[in-house]
């Protein structure tokens, strides 16, 4: 079984620490930092997921995301994040697709996070070459993606996106709903109550599971309790982790 993964990427950094004062300057808490976490992030997330659960995982992504990060810091004690800082947010490039063959690869991920690498014609070059494509957005779905396999969004996105969709799309949608699991066909596959200590990479997580599954199988809905059951894992954990 062989994936590609399509995608911008940058490195998590989670700074984690103690607050046990407020500064005399500024009513602020001082954050006193412990130990710090780094991980290859976004879509390169996306493939440490697959390739955990067994898959063979190639990624187009862009070369300069080391130099991009997203930094958190987080209270060791409560796990509250106090912050999130983001460089090079606006060095993310522009993806180049034309050399990749697509026949190479059983499935096709993209982990499109709006940030200009992919657009949208882009994406629609993508889902016409192969027919298994999982797509995972931040952008306001339209017939540009009509051509995708299943199309992955949380409810969020899918609030902003409902008017646009046409009844094909509507389809193919599986929309992720946090603790209460994900709809697809108008049917909810819900999740067990698990003690959640962080979200971040939590639908990289289920978009690689249910992609891997799938893949495997052919079997959607297999693969969406799979997806459910992996990403129920990875919220149990700290920072950004796999299956």
């Known amino acids: 079984m062989k994936i590609l993964v399509i995608g911008e990427s940058c490195k998590d950094v989670f700074n984690y620490g103690r607050c046990t004062r407020l500064c005399p300057e500024a009513p602020v808490p001082v954050f006193n930092p ?12 996306v493939q440490r997921n697959i390739q955990a659960l067994g898959a063979d995982a190639n990624i187009h992504t862009n070369s300069n995301w080391q130099n991009i990060t997203k930094t958190r810091f987080i209270d060791l004690r409560s796990n509250h994040m106090f912050m999130r ?3 090079g947010d606006e060095s993310y490039g522009r993806s180049k697709l ?3 063959k697509f026949s190479k690869y059983d499935s096709v991920v993209i982990s499109d996070y709006n940030k200009g690498f992919l657009s949208e014609d882009d994406i629609e070059y993508v889902t016409s070459k192969h027919d298994v494509v999982f797509l995972d957005t931040k952008k306001r779905l339209g017939a540009w993606c009509e051509k995708a396999r299943f199309i992955k969004i949380n409810e969020e996105e899918y609030r902003r996106t409902k008017d646009s969709l046409s009844e094909e799309m509507i389809k193919k949608l599986i929309v992720t709903l946090g603790p209460k699991g994900c709809r697809y066909n108008e049917v909810l596959y819900p999740v067990s109550e698990v003690e959640v200590k962080d979200t971040s990479g939590a639908g990289d997580t289920f978009v690689s599971a249910l992609s891997v599954k799938y893949t495997e199988t052919g079997d959607i809905e297999k693969s969406i309790e799979f997806a459910n059951q992996c990403a129920s894992v990875v919220v149990q954990k700290r920072g950004v982790g796999t299956t």
């Open 98 to 100: 034309k050399l990749i």
């Open 34 to 45: 412990v130990r710090t976490v780094e991980n290859p992030g976004m879509a390169m997330n």
């Open 85 to 87: 800082l983001d460089q």
